[in-house]
């Protein structure tokens, strides 16, 4: 542990660091990065929350957790109603306490990061989750069944929060999966190192004690449409899909083996366990060298499970500089604590094979910053005559995902824009189909787990005011 | 948890098993494929469903033991169960009134072909079937396809049954001597190439069924990616079935290449000695 536990002061305490694995212990196993506050560390930080009487940090969260309510119960030590404050509002504490950007959410409003820095939120609250998974009780209150029937179609964070809302309220709720297991992205995008998959499957536990049913291996849009669930009994249906879509860069030398989408890697890796090859049978190659093109999260978990998986050099390739760089900042330390090279203002123009169709090298271009693009970020622009070859085995595009086609191609009257979004009213959640609501990053494009959860939270409400209006569909 | 109703063995290495899926096989269209999983630890491997029945809600796969998750499937028996089975995915064959249709199927490729020359058949085509295998004993489900082909021809590599040499050498004289609308032909990447070559010059429409290898099967991983017509294209969504003139086959048979070596570590019985041949 490379915390030191620093001593309270009278007047000020510290922003508390999280205890982590060694870097270099670290990059030899998929053990979770972070261990957690211990309870001294939680209840020092606990005490730094100045209780604001118009707490800016609510504002600053998706789902609107009671923060300095949850965090006074921590300071008196009553773990079991502080968890049980945060669940008012959250069903996937333990995911969100590690997942969430905080600092440009609830801890980025807080008043004491104005001067000094905010209290750290998010750990806070992954303390308590971490409490109630080993000690806590989970209490469900019996409802009156309304009678109406919803179909959720996808089992990512925006999907399960609004089943869970609906079946708080009496509603009977199936979750319709695709995969083989429920969680969407959070089991096969996000690293077991950063959200291990228990933390996951204990929220979804709870989930399913509310009544809800999750039907795994259905994918609506092949197994059933749309309008075959509407037609079948459910009053409503929630789409929550999900950006899965994998885009590539069109450039020479993509079709070549050694050239994964994140998702293809990410899911070998996460969703099939190769890391675990033979044992678990999925296979996975790595190389000696590896190259993930990207700037955001993905890119980072790409790589960071890369250097796990044995390679000897990992590199970062982004074509702007670290300042326009999408991942988190604690992601981008913990990637080059990991030993990751950057390889920034670059971007490959080829990816060249050997005689066997098997990568050996790519072609990069130097880029500099130019004048700030439509994003507001300055735009890189090509550096003329500064090609290199570097010598990699293996490429990983993280270049982002798109929405997943397979629910709007086959629900023709659902409005879409020309990213392939669902168009929906934000407050609501509403589609141009009566009785349909969508939210997540089908709507948004890929984004947080938390703002899929807010987008989750707003349906659910409008669900349920559509099923207690009477409206009919027809 | 899906369970196997019946069980055929068909040769030493080929299987066949009927599944209870009640909702795949009510939407199941010909030239669709599933994706399985057999246990805790397993791979998802896609295999083409080579029949179905509506009303007793099965689906039927025929496979050939080629890996360690084949030949573990080879190993249930009929009331053993399938743990994850997700379907139907890929796009249907696309089955209209062509004329003549010539459908050529390759060892397993047979089972992919004859749901698909059954409906182009109830469609009103003219199907000539050619169907090979190396030997006698390999060759499937000819009595099946028999019954739906104006004409069968059959072709062993060892000259066992039926003509001696490979399915092109029939379609070759098929080609020269009568007019025909479409070519559908399923097998091995070396056998649809091959048919794809030679209907080219003639300028026949030919349809390819790509098997690559797939991860999710429904569009989110791209392992399966191929390019047809200088465009990527994913051949769970977007496939199997392609324009086989179109398909670029160095690339698909670079990339069916890619887990070779993999599968050969499993096959033998690595443990994962921590020899770091993940590598």
């Known amino acids: 542990m490379s915390t030191v536990i620093e001593k309270p002061k009278k007047e000020k305490v510290d922003r508390q660091l999280m205890p982590v694995q060694e870097p270099h212990e670290r990059v030899k196993n998929f053990d979770e990065v972070a261990f957690g506050y211990t309870e001294e560390l939680a209840l020092l930080e606990a005490s730094r929350c100045l209780q604001c009487k118009k707490p800016l940090c609510v504002d600053g969260c998706p789902v609107h957790i009671d923060i300095p309510g949850f965090i006074k119960l921590i300071s008196e030590k009553d773990y079991q109603k502080a968890i049980d404050k945060i669940r008012e509002k959250n069903d996937l504490p333990g995911i969100c306490g590690r997942v969430c950007p905080q600092e440009s959410k609830c801890e980025g409003n807080c008043l004491l990061g104005k001067k000094n820095e905010p209290v750290a939120i998010g750990r806070l609250q992954r303390f308590v989750a971490d409490w109630e998974f080993q000690y806590g009780e989970y209490e469900v209150e019996d409802v009156t069944p309304?009678?109406?029937?919803?179909?959720?179609?996808?089992?990512?964070?925006?999907?399960?929060?609004?089943?869970?809302?609906?079946?708080?309220?009496?509603?009977?709720?199936?979750?319709?999966?695709?995969?083989?297991?429920?969680?969407?992205?959070?089991?096969?995008?996000?690293?077991?190192?950063?959200?291990?998959?228990?933390?996951v499957q204990h929220e979804i536990d709870n989930i399913q004690k509310l009544g809800v049913e999750i039907k795994c291996n259905t994918l609506i849009g092949k197994s059933n449409t749309v309008d075959d669930l509407l037609n079948s009994g459910y009053d409503s249906v929630f789409i929550g899909t999900g950006a899965g879509y994998p885009y590539f860069m069109d450039i020479p030398g993509e079709f070549l083996n050694g050239v994964y989408s994140a998702n293809e890697f990410l899911m070998r890796a996460n969703l099939m366990k190769a890391y675990l090859f033979p044992e678990h049978l999925t296979p996975i190659r790595i190389g000696k060298k590896v190259a993930v093109i990207g700037g955001g999260n993905v890119a980072m978990d790409s790589v960071r499970t890369a250097v796990r998986l044995g390679t000897e050099e990992a590199h970062i390739i982004y074509r702007r500089s670290e300042?326009?760089?999408?991942?988190?900042?604690?992601?981008?330390?913990?990637?080059?604590?990991?030993?990751?090279?950057?390889?920034?203002?670059?971007?490959?123009?080829?990816?060249?094979?050997d005689?066997?169709?098997?990568?050996?090298?790519?072609?990069?271009?130097?880029?500099?910053?130019?004048?700030?693009?439509?994003?507001?970020?300055?735009?890189?622009?090509?550096?003329?005559?500064?090609?290199?070859?570097?010598?990699?085995?293996?490429?990983?595009?993280?270049?982002?995902?798109?929405?997943?086609?397979?629910?709007?191609?086959?629900?023709?009257?659902?409005?879409?824009?020309?990213?392939?979004?669902?168009?929906?009213?934000?407050?609501?959640?509403?589609?141009?189909?009566?009785?349909?609501?969508?939210?997540?990053?089908?709507?948004?494009?890929?984004?947080?787990?938390?703002?899929?959860?807010?987008?989750?939270?707003?349906?659910?409400?409008?669900?349920?005011?559509?099923?207690?209006?009477g409206n009919k569909r027809h | 948890?899906?369970?196997?109703?019946?069980?055929?063995?068909?040769?030493?290495?080929?299987?066949?098993?009927?599944?209870?899926?009640?909702?795949?096989?009510?939407?199941?269209?010909?030239?669709?494929?599933?994706?399985?999983?057999?246990?805790?630890?397993?791979?998802?491997?896609?295999?083409?469903?080579?029949?179905?029945?509506?009303?007793?809600?099965?689906?039927?796969?025929?496979?050939?033991?080629?890996?360690?998750?084949?030949?573990?499937?080879?190993?249930?028996?009929?009331?053993?169960?399938?743990?994850?089975?997700?379907?139907?995915?890929?796009?249907?064959?696309?089955?209209?009134?062509?004329?003549?249709?010539?459908?050529?199927?390759?060892?397993?490729?047979?089972?992919?072909?004859?749901?698909?020359?059954?409906?182009?058949?109830?469609?009103?085509?003219r199907i000539i079937s050619i169907i090979g295998a190396r030997s006698k004993d390999d060759l499937i489900l000819a009595d099946e396809i028999e019954k739906v082909s104006d004409k069968l021809y059959i072709t062993t590599e060892d000259g066992a049954l039926g003509q001696k040499g490979l399915v092109t050498d029939v379609l070759k004289g098929i080609i020269d001597e009568a007019q025909i609308d479409l070519v559908v032909a399923t097998g091995p990447v070396a056998m649809m190439k091959a048919v794809s070559e030679?209907?080219?010059?003639?300028?026949?429409r030919t349809t390819v069924s790509i098997n690559s290898t797939m991860v999710d099967g429904t569009g989110m991983c791209g392992a399966c990616r191929v390019e047809v017509n200088k465009e990527a294209k994913f051949a769970c969504v977007d496939g199997p079935e392609f324009d086989g003139h179109l398909v670029d086959w160095d690339i698909v048979e670079i990339r069916s290449r890619t887990f070779i070596d993999k599968e050969k570590m499993v096959m033998e019985g690595c443990t994962g000695g921590g020899c770091s041949c993940q590598r």
């Open chain 1, 146 to 199: 309304s009678g109406k029937k919803v179909a959720v179609v996808g089992s990512g964070p925006s999907g399960l929060v609004v089943a869970a809302d609906l079946a708080r309220l009496g509603h009977k709720v199936s979750i319709m999966e695709g995969l083989h297991v429920p969680g969407g992205v959070m089991v096969y995008g996000i690293p077991e190192f950063r959200l291990p998959k228990a933390i």
């Open chain 1, 323 to 353: 300042k326009e760089m999408p991942a988190r900042l604690e992601e981008i330390e913990h990637a080059r604590e990991e030993g990751v090279q950057f390889k920034l203002l670059t971007s490959p123009i080829e990816i060249i094979g």
């Open chain 1, 355 to 469: 005689e066997n169709g098997w990568v050996k090298s790519m072609i990069c271009l130097q880029y500099e910053l130019g004048e700030p693009d439509e994003s507001g970020r300055r735009r890189p622009v090509p550096i003329k005559g500064s090609e290199f070859e570097l010598e990699v085995d293996t490429v990983i595009m993280a270049l982002g995902q798109g929405a997943n086609p397979m629910v709007p191609q086959t629900t023709p009257d659902l409005e879409v824009d020309k990213d392939g979004n669902i168009i929906v009213d934000y407050e609501t959640g509403q589609t141009s189909k009566p009785g349909v609501f969508a939210g997540g990053d089908i709507v948004t494009g890929a984004d947080t787990v938390i703002e899929a959860m807010g987008a989750g939270k707003r349906a659910a409400q409008a669900i349920h005011e559509y099923l207690s209006s």
């Open chain 2, 1 to 125: 948890m899906f369970k196997i109703v019946r069980k055929q063995v068909l040769s030493q290495t080929i299987k066949l098993i009927e599944v209870s899926a009640p909702e795949i096989a009510a939407k199941v269209q010909a030239g669709q494929f599933a994706i399985l999983r057999i246990s805790e630890n397993g791979e998802r491997i896609p295999l083409t469903i080579a029949d179905f029945n509506r009303e007793d809600g099965t689906i039927t796969f025929i496979f050939q033991e080629v890996g360690h998750t084949t030949i573990n499937l080879g190993k249930l028996e009929s009331g053993d169960h399938i743990l994850d089975l997700v379907g139907p995915l890929g796009m249907p064959s696309q089955i209209s009134d062509f004329g003549t249709v010539v459908c050529v199927g390759g060892g397993i490729g047979v089972a992919s072909i004859y749901p698909i020359a059954r409906a182009l058949a109830n469609k009103g085509n």
């Open chain 2, 198 to 204: 030679m209907t080219r010059p003639a300028n026949i």
